[in-house]
């Protein structure tokens, strides 16, 4: 049976669309998919009443919810930023879910898990706020296995497109990190018995040799497959560094050692990040609200619960300035 791919694109409206989640669009339709765009509530009701009434030619056998500058440790308009994101799980609640960088942020609060801003850490040799970065993986077995399911073949240090700055500071019950950065910070979880996928890195920024296809590629195969009742990821030991047991610990320090060692080698290259620095339209991405910050463990969580009131930041077009959305 065909399936279509719904993209939750969760910049305001009031916003350019983007240009993380058009370069997703690309991907996916280069891979032969259909897909289908959502940016208010009514598109994603829209297309559900379509294949209701047998108008729709494809099932939705993916969503993806995507970046955005809205900041959700910030009040937020609800209606504006979160709906279309649960309108879609509960019209399609077979359709595996996978959310990238806001969308992530959203699937931990939506799920229970709570997040933390960090406003004040730049990445990169030249003190760039967004870049290729160094991430590890987190053996959730604890026995030498790598049993994600989304990182799949990936080994145990792999670089990818980071722009947040705010974190996972404790991810929902039954999900497991899968992937920290430097400074041991989750960057990818997963559900132990459920297709539910969230990293905060950008697995559609594909603009460096180092960068695998492997996580984009996962996402697409996870197109037309069942929500739940899948293979369940092996449940490891707390991995967040202030839950974790001495020996835990060590662990994450050899893994962020490694990383740290392989992002200054990224750094001494020359041109790493140009290609996503600046985009085609010519906006800066030294102030977008998506990205990398440092964690301190004695920050207060700003996130128990979702705020409700504004939309978030934004920056205006041909600025030096921008705040580039997903």
């Given at each position: 049976?065909?399936?279509?791919?719904?993209?939750?694109?969760?910049?305001?409206?009031?916003?350019?669309?983007?240009?993380?989640?058009?370069?997703?669009?690309?991907?996916?339709?280069?891979?032969?998919l259909?897909?289908?765009?959502?940016r208010?509530v009514?598109?994603?009701?829209?297309?559900?009443?379509?294949?209701?009434?047998?108008?729709?030619?494809?099932?939705?056998g993916?969503?993806?919810?995507?970046?955005?500058?809205?900041?959700?440790?910030?009040?937020?308009?609800i209606a504006?930023?979160?709906?279309?994101?649960?309108?879609?799980?509960l019209?399609?609640?077979?359709?595996?879910?996978?959310?990238?960088?806001?969308?992530?942020?959203?699937?931990?609060?939506?799920?229970?898990?709570?997040?933390?801003?960090?406003?004040d850490?730049?990445?990169g040799?030249?003190?760039?706020?967004?870049?290729?970065?160094?991430?590890?993986?987190?053996?959730?077995?604890?026995?030498?296995?790598?049993?994600?399911?989304?990182?799949?073949?990936?080994?145990?240090?792999?670089?990818?497109?980071?722009?947040?700055?705010?974190f996972?500071?404790?991810?929902?019950?039954?999900?497991?990190?899968?992937?920290?950065?430097?400074?041991?910070?989750?960057?990818?979880?997963?559900?132990?018995?459920?297709?539910?996928?969230?990293?905060?890195?950008?697995?559609?920024?594909?603009?460096?040799?180092?960068?695998?296809?492997?996580v984009?590629?996962?996402?697409?195969?996870?197109?037309?497959?069942?929500?739940?009742?899948?293979?369940?990821?092996?449940?490891?030991?707390?991995?967040?560094?202030?839950?974790?047991?001495?020996?835990?610990?060590?662990?994450?320090r050899?893994?962020?050692a490694?990383?740290?060692?392989?992002?200054?080698?990224?750094?001494?290259?020359?041109?790493?990040?140009?290609?996503?620095?600046?985009?085609?339209?010519?906006?800066s991405?030294?102030?977008?609200?998506?990205?990398?910050?440092?964690?301190?463990?004695?920050?207060?969580?700003?996130?128990?619960?979702l705020?409700?009131?504004?939309?978030?930041?934004?920056?205006?077009a041909?600025?030096?300035?921008?705040?580039?959305?997903?």
């Amino acid at each position: 049976r065909p399936y279509t791919v719904l993209v939750i694109n969760n910049n305001p409206l009031d916003c350019m669309p983007g240009r993380y989640t058009p370069m997703l669009m690309q991907h996916l339709t280069e891979a032969g998919l259909s897909v289908r765009e959502a940016r208010t509530v009514q598109d994603v009701d829209n297309h559900a009443a379509e294949i209701a009434r047998g108008g729709g030619r494809d099932d939705i056998g993916l969503i993806v919810s995507c970046g955005s500058p809205v900041v959700l440790t910030e009040p937020v308009d609800i209606a504006a930023h979160v709906t279309k994101t649960t309108a879609a799980m509960l019209h399609f609640p077979n359709a595996p879910i996978v959310g990238i960088c806001f969308g992530a942020q959203l699937l931990s609060i939506l799920y229970g898990g709570s997040l933390v801003p960090v406003p004040d850490v730049v990445r990169g040799a030249s003190g760039e706020r967004a870049a290729f970065s160094a991430l590890s993986r987190i053996d959730l077995a604890g026995d030498g296995r790598a049993s994600s399911r989304l990182l799949g073949s990936l080994g145990g240090t792999f670089v990818q497109w980071c722009s947040n700055y705010i974190f996972i500071e404790r991810p929902p019950s039954r999900f497991q990190v899968t992937a920290v950065d430097r400074e041991g910070r989750p960057y990818c979880m997963e559900h132990e018995k459920e297709h539910v996928y969230g990293v905060l890195f950008h697995p559609e920024v594909l603009g460096d040799d180092r960068v695998e296809r492997t996580v984009l590629d996962s996402i697409i195969g996870l197109v037309g497959q069942s929500r739940r009742n899948v293979r369940p990821c092996q449940p490891g030991p707390a991995t967040l560094p202030w839950q974790c047991s001495a020996d835990d610990r060590r662990r994450l320090r050899d893994v962020a050692a490694c990383a740290a060692e392989d992002e200054m080698e990224i750094d001494r290259e020359a041109g790493v990040g140009e290609t996503i620095a600046t985009s085609s339209c010519g906006h800066s991405s030294s102030s977008s609200g998506c990205h990398t910050e440092s964690w301190s463990p004695a920050m207060p969580s700003r996130s128990r619960g979702l705020a409700i009131v504004r939309r978030g930041r934004r920056g205006r077009a041909g600025s030096d300035e921008i705040e580039f959305s997903g």
